[in-house]
């Protein structure tokens, strides 16, 4: 059976549970790995605090990314990676618009991020828009990136 963007689901992670080390997994294996890194305990100590989502088919977690409170009704969207076989089926969008929805419904107005060059067309389909010159972290080009949200969808702020 072919995998379609119907059947994947967008949840919520919670932190150290299975689908955490799931996601953790999925981002050493494509954020890290390639580059000769790992994460070190520390780094993962502060991701207590945000907000961790996956993508699945069943059971199997075919995409991650996490949200970084920095200011009031500003995050940081961090670490957006999809299973290289499961690309360009709109999993990656549907992750980033439940987390928008989420966070709009919260009261964030501004989400920004740091973008690999790579990425770019990604999230520029998403409404991202360049806010920076390129410059290097971890050894590759990025750009930093913003979005002005709109008020709540639903009106629960
Ligand atoms: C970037 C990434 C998360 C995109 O996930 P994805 O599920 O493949 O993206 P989607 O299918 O939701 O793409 C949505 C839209 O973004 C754009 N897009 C996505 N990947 C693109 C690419 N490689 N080149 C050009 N446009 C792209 C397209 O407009 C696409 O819509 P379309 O397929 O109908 O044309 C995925 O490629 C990935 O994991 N890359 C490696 C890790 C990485 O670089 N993460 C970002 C770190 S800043």
Redesign the pocket.
Known sequence: MENTAEEIRVEVVPFHSPAYKQALGLRER??RKPLGLTFEPEELAKESDYLHLGAFVGEWLV?TMFFVPLDKGIFQMR????DRQ?????????MVEFGETRLRNGGVHTIV????L??L??YD??GYRQISGQYFDLGIPHVKMVKFLDGPIDGDR
């Not at 670490?79 to 999809?82: L, P, R």
């Open positions: 494509i954020l995409g670490q957006v990676a999809v499961m690309r360009r089926k709109g999993i990656g969008k549907r991020l740091n973008a690999r790579t990425a067309p990604f389909a998403l």
